[in-house]
């Protein structure tokens, strides 16, 4: 790629780091699907077509080493994990005779909790998305000395803790990659910024030691939203009471960190951009201007966004341009992102061309300080987002359905956002698009919102799944078993 190739003058460049791996990782009916990685890339480079002076795409980053992982990991988790790839790997070469059925089937699957599990794909899925987060880090530290990277990969990681996974994530992308820094560049300190609308759990419980590392996070709490960590520097309900405990295996307690380290914004239901701007402002970004980082990661969740299935906040696309730009003024140093969650497909992908499109306009030096204060601006992305339909629903099937359509509206709606981003008037005009645009499906009905804690999971409890795919476990939420393509989609797990 071009961007390997065009050392010395990436400085005012943004490096967009993709694999295909990240998009082999495919559990049945999960919203965590392969489809989120392949929509956000298909809009960013429709996006950004041949603007190769501001962006540069390298879709093949190196596995994440065994080192790189071991600084976030233990022996033991990673140990666990391989053996759990091995298995699955193992066990889908070989047919197993089911008597009950009489039939051969192949076991695809493995459960590690309720929300997470591994099938043949995911290790090199795995691998791909912790070492895209490295590789995001040599392209803003090392030579070739990039402005800003993504790193768009799945399956995500900030629920994964140093020893167990958890929440949709096998490692912690995030993590490894700030040790990756520290280890190999000699950034003395690095923070983590999480916008994803779930705490970062596993982020903050390897953080918290260390005070040369730093998390912040805004991040919905209450009415049980999963994980349950979390709560904000002297919070004087719920189980931080002064106590230390253990939630989903993580010690909970003040949740400041060694040296107020640790900054947390915990949001109620419904919180928008409005509230999150006053914590960002009043609290996340002063503590990050303190600590001055020599590298700042955005755990660039999108499930922050009004749309998605499964958070309660109300972002809307643009308004991760925003944090985008706040954090990095606030950081005055490298920056990279790292997908987290988000399950609204069509909505990801909006948010991550903000957030891109943000990073190569302040790569070419725009001052983020003068649109603090904007709210939401010109903000095509939104109008154009807006009574729309698409979400989540369609995309819970294995069918590989409407990507073609999505990735047609994403370029529609990337050259309106490009052509027309700079005036208010303008953004009206691109408005006109929007009856050009084709048939949008018809309204689906959400789906509740899913608020409850995963609790303590059971650990490692391997299940099997049929062939069709349904995972044969005994928990109520999912299917029993029989064959679902006709049945709508089984409550989804709650959480990334
Ligand atoms: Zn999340």
Partial sequence: MAARARRGDNSKRTLFVTHPHCAEHRIAHHPEQPKRVEAIEAAVLAHFGERSADF???????????????????????????????????????????????????????????DTAVMPRSRAAALSAAGGACRAVDAVLGQENYHSAFACVRPP??????????????????????????????????????????????????????????????????????????????????????????????????????????????????????????????????????????????????????????????????????????????????????????????????????????????????????????????????ELSSGESWGSEQSYGDEDDDVNTLVANMSLDSVADGAMARSPTANRMSMDSVAERPATPPLLPQPPPRRSPRGVSPGVLPVEYGADGSPLRRSPRVSNGHAVASQPPPAMPRIE
């Fill in 56 to 114: 540069a795409h390298d879709p093949s980053p190196p596995d994440a080493t065994a080192e790189a992982l071991g600084r976030f990991h233990t022996k033991k988790h990673l140990s666990k994990l391989e053996g759990l790839f091995d298995k699955v790997e193992e066990s889908a070469q070989a047919p197993l005779m089911d008597p009950r059925r009489g039939r051969t089937k192949r076991r695809t699957m493995l459960s590690i909790d309720e």
């Fill in 157 to 382: 990681g900030h629920h994964a803790t140093p020893s167990r996974a958890m929440g949709f994530c096998l490692y912690n992308n995030a993590g490894v990659a700030a040790l990756h820094a520290r280890a190999t560049y000699g950034i003395q300190r690095v923070a983590v910024v999480d916008v994803d609308v779930h705490h970062g759990n596993g982020t903050e419980a390897f953080f918290r030691d260390d005070a040369d590392l730093f998390y912040a996070s805004f991040h919905q709490s209450g009415d049980d939203f999963y994980p349950g960590t979390g709560l904000a520097k002297g919070a004087k309900q719920g189980f931080s009471r002064g106590r230390e405990l253990s939630v989903n295996g993580a010690k909970v307690a003040g949740e400041t960190g060694i040296n107020n380290n640790v900054v947390n914004c915990p949001l109620g239901r419904g919180a928008g951009l409005r509230a999150i701007r006053r914590v960002m402002e009043e609290k996340i970004l002063p503590a990050l201007s303190a600590f001055a980082p020599g590298l700042v990661i955005i755990s660039l969740g999108f499930d922050a966004l009004a749309k998605d299935p499964i958070g309660g906040l109300n972002l809307d696309p643009h308004d991760y341009a925003y944090l985008t730009r706040s954090i990095q003024d606030a950081a005055q140093c490298k920056l990279i992102s790292v997908l987290e969650g988000g399950y609204d497909v069509r909505e990801i992908a909006r948010g991550a061309v903000a957030h891109v499109s943000e990073l190569a306009r302040l790569a070419k030096g725009a001052k983020p300080s003068d649109d603090l204060r904007r709210l939401r601006g010109a903000s095509v992305i939104s």
